[in-house]
């Protein structure tokens, strides 16, 4: 892969991974008022998504179990959970396991025009960079859903 977008998950998923190895156990599946999501979803969101973008998850990609999409694919939710779901400290190991794999990304795959567009972008290069975003993004939900739930439900 690239360095250079190498370098930006690498630095990406090394904050991400830092911030949840950092979480008190005991908030990580608790959904405040006003959030879809706890951060436990949003862990395991990151996960399979960057999955679905960069290695076509589930019909390319036999590295995670097909349930992860029904568990933490987009427009899923923890209250729909029927079962029980991979926890943190798996869905960790597997976050660092993908990011190997990412950098083993040919270079010449960054330039491959994607089937059809998705979200405006044309070319796995631009789905990768789109990818870094996603996890920031989540990166800044999970530290919202933190500081909310320590604010209120800890100290209560």
Do not use: C
Not at 28 to 51: A, C, M, R, S
Not at 55 to 64: D, E, M, T, Y
Not at 98 to 105: A, C, F, G, P, S
Not at 125 to 144: D, I, K, S, W
């Amino acid at each position: 892969m690239n360095q250079h977008l190498y370098k930006q998950f690498e630095m990406t998923r090394g904050l991400f991974l830092r911030n949840v190895s950092n979480l008190p156990a005991e908030i990580v599946d608790i959904q405040p008022e006003g959030f879809n999501n706890t951060i436990h979803w949003h862990i395991g969101h990151v996960l399979t998504v960057t999955e679905q973008f960069l290695f076509g998850f589930p019909k390319k990609s036999a590295h995670l179990p097909e349930d992860y999409v029904e568990w933490f694919g987009n427009g899923t939710k923890p209250a729909d959970w029927k079962e029980t779901v991979p926890s943190v400290e798996e869905l960790v190991n597997q976050l660092q396991e993908q990011l190997v794999r990412i950098k083993d990304i040919p270079e010449e795959a960054l330039d491959e025009k994607l089937k059809k567009p998705f979200l405006g972008l044309e070319s796995f290069r631009e789905l990768a960079n789109f990818a870094v975003f996603h996890e920031t993004n989540h990166l800044g939900q999970l530290h919202a859903i933190k500081l909310l739930v320590e604010r209120t439900v800890v100290k209560n």
